[in-house]
């Protein structure tokens, strides 16, 4: 047993001794605790025991439960600072209470300090109210006996229990499973306002499955986001322009090395996404941001151009702009505005699928008639998933880019559409390699109506088109023969350009072809009889070329499903072959300013379905049938056009033919009026 124990005991004994004699010596009775314990501290019982008492002798303290703890407080109360301050006596303590062991003592107050008789001396209520407010509510508070603690140079003490009861023990766990579970809360509370700060700041939008760190984010993250786009886009990157064939002419340069850098800096910078750089969709989001930044050189697009500056989303980054062009086709450009804080695939104009992996992919970018101007990026057929680019009707401007497919880009790409735009230079025969590595379905290409010089490369011909346009531009040479080797091609438009030497027979294996047109253009010789093999074919156009000849009879036999047959201002002579009777479904037949001779055939009766029907400016004679007009007579509503060469001849007032349904007449000099 330590001292403190032994002290304690003993300090116990003298306690139980002193409470004998105090009630040995009473003259009543003490009937009650609280009876014996006035007894006690009345003057005289306390008199005998102070005068042999030392400062460093014993002082006992016991607090009871309940109506003791109340004694207490009355007792020690401040409206009656002049008398002594009192303890019940261990008599007054349940039987079942303890000397606790192990008692802190503290500062209180000695005997002589609190002895009545002198008169002198008030009890130290500061020590008072810390004794009392530590065992208010502990009514299971056992008796403590504190000792006098003089070899520590502490003359008065009074000891705080060591609270060792069961209950006081259960209130003390329950206190600190209370303060713990608080402290668990607080602590859950926190982390969800800061997991909510970062997720609302936009850092938790990249890939779920590998967030970057902080540290990697303010450290690291901007020199491995742009290594990563080097190790796409080829080293050097971000530090100079690969020059193409023809050279780039040092603004051009400085455009492009400014727009890779504001694409990059927005990236790091102002992205609400804040991507990782190992964020899977890191390559498409800067792709598609430098392509928004090299395609407003000049100014901004028509729609959806990127929200204001801290705009926040809302449904005003909805842009939506129909436009209308030639009949009913109507083009919807629709989506999230540009550089929001959406997701790219929400961004106008694109489309994405999941492709082998749970990320979104982009697969097509179109962007018609949306006033883009400035160059086309090479950077956006790296998107590796890219199925369609359609940029219709723009203000791109420069040449097109020869390494538009290189670092194995463009393998899925199946259709390229930038028709009516003001490219300029040749067709990069760098394309065809590439594209030969890729999935075997570039199917359509569309460069019409640009201002592009030079050959077709025969190289086009490895390719399968469906859709082959080169319509409307300024190239020059023959049309390569292996460009009708196409067994797919469905579509061969190559009208308004300075192509010469003749139609090959090769066309007639084009099985598949539908549409082909080569008007405008130079090309001689005569038609072949192979034109017929295509039996697919439903527009013929061959207008305003240096064809001659006949048409051949199997244009007629085969060709039972053509509707538009176009072969104005040519050479061709001959006679119009009854045999235009079994073009059933032709529409529109178109033969003014050739050398064709004889007359109308009666067979034209069987082409109902005909509505422009064109044969002025050639030796024909005689009427245009009658029942044939009646036809026309029979559609109302129906807008038809007929014109031959009906007007009066100057000399014999006769006209040439005779035309009752004719919309315009004309003379043998060209001159035509309407009827």
């Known amino acids: 047993m330590g001292m403190v124990g032994k002290r304690l005991i003993l ?17 009543a009775p003490v009937t009650s ?40 407080a009355a007792k020690n109360s401040r409206k009656t600072p002049t ?25 209180g107050a000695t005997r002589e300090e609190q002895d009545v008789s002198s008169g002198t001396s008030t009890p130290d209520l500061e020590q008072q109210d810390f004794v009392r407010d530590n065992h208010h509510g502990n009514r299971n508070a056992g008796l403590v006996v504190a000792e006098s603690v003089g070899d520590l140079e502490l003359p008065r003490a009074i000891a705080v229990p060591a609270i060792d009861s069961t209950n006081t023990r259960r209130s003390i766990t329950q206190k600190y499973q209370f303060r713990f579970a608080a402290f668990a809360i607080t602590l859950l509370l926190i982390g969800g ?54 050279g780039l002419e040092v603004h051009l340069s400085q455009f492009l090395l400014e727009t890779r850098q504001t694409a990059f800096d927005w990236i790091v910078n102002h992205d609400p996404m804040q991507l990782g750089y190992r964020a899977p969709n890191l390559v498409q989001r800067f792709v598609l941001v430098l392509f928004y930044y090299q395609t407003t050189k000049n100014k901004p697009w028509k729609v959806c151009n990127p929200p204001a500056t801290n705009q926040r989303r809302t449904t005003t980054n909805f842009c939506y702009q129909p436009e209308y062009h030639t009949g009913d086709i109507t083009v919807n450009i629709w989506g999230d505005q540009w550089l929001s804080d959406s997701h790219e695939c929400q961004w106008a104009g694109v ?24 160059h086309l ?48 230079g040749t067709i990069p025969v760098e394309w065809v390699p590439d594209l030969l590595e890729g999935n075997g379905k570039f199917y359509h290409l569309g460069l019409q109506q640009n201002t592009l010089t030079g050959k077709i490369p025969s190289e086009l011909g490895l390719l399968t088109f469906k859709t082959l346009s080169l319509a409307n531009n300024k190239l020059t040479g023959s049309i390569p023969q292996e460009i009708f080797n196409q067994s797919l091609l469905e579509w061969l438009f190559l009208s308004n350009n300075d192509f010469t030497g003749t139609l ?159 919309t315009s007449c004309c003379d043998e000099t060209g001159v035509c009026l309407a009827n």
């Open 193 to 246: 306002i800061i997991i909510g700060s970062i997720c609302g700041a936009g850092l938790c939008k990249a890939d779920d499955s590998v967030q970057p760190t902080m540290t990697d984010r303010d450290m690291l993250q901007a020199p491995k986001m742009k290594a990563v786009l080097t190790e796409i886009l080829g080293d050097g990157y971000f530090d100079q322009v690969e020059e193409s064939g023809d």
């Open 83 to 107: 008398e002594p301050h009192q303890f019940p006596s261990q008599d007054d303590v349940q039987q079942d209470q303890q000397v606790l062991i192990g008692a802190v003592a503290v500062r």
């Open 377 to 424: 990026p090479w950077e956006v057929a790296q998107l590796p998933w890219l199925k369609q680019l359609d940029l219709y009707k723009n203000v791109l401007t420069g040449t097109l880019p020869p390494k538009f497919f290189s670092n194995q880009a463009g393998l899925a790409l199946e259709a390229l559409l930038l028709g009516e735009n003001q490219f300029s």
């Open 504 to 662: 090959p027979s090769e066309v007639g294996l084009l099985s598949n072809l539908q549409r082909l047109n080569l008007t405008y253009t130079q090309i001689s010789g005569s038609l072949p009889s192979e034109i017929g093999l295509p039996n697919q074919l439903v527009e013929l156009v061959l207008s305003n070329t240096n064809l001659q000849g006949t048409i051949p009879d199997e244009l007629y036999t085969r060709l039972d499903g053509l509707q538009g047959l176009s072969l104005s201002n040519c050479n061709f002579s001959g006679t119009i072959s009854p045999s235009l009777g079994l073009l059933t479904t032709l529409s529109h037949l178109h033969l003014s300013k050739n050398k064709f001779h004889g007359t109308i055939p009666n067979d034209l009766v069987a082409v109902t379905m005909l509505e422009h029907l064109l044969v002025d400016g050639n030796d024909l004679s005689g009427t245009v049938p009658i029942s044939f007009c009646q036809n026309f007579y029979a559609k109302e509503g129906t807008f038809y056009k007929v014109v031959a060469d009906c007007l009066p001849d100057p000399e014999t007032g006769i006209p040439r033919i005779e035309c009752d349904c004719c």
């Open 33 to 72: 605790p609280m009876d014996r314990a006035r007894a006690r501290a009345s003057p005289p019982a306390r008199a005998g025991a102070d005068a042999s008492a030392s400062p460093a002798s014993v002082l006992q303290v016991s607090i009871c439960t309940q109506n003791t703890s109340s004694v207490i």
């Open 11 to 27: 300090a116990q004994e003298e306690a139980d001794a002193a409470d004998a004699a105090d009630a040995a010596n009473a003259d």
């Open 351 to 374: 489309a994405c699928e999941t492709v082998q992996s749970k990320e979104k992919t982009v697969v097509e970018l179109v962007l018609e008639r949306n006033h883009l101007n400035g």
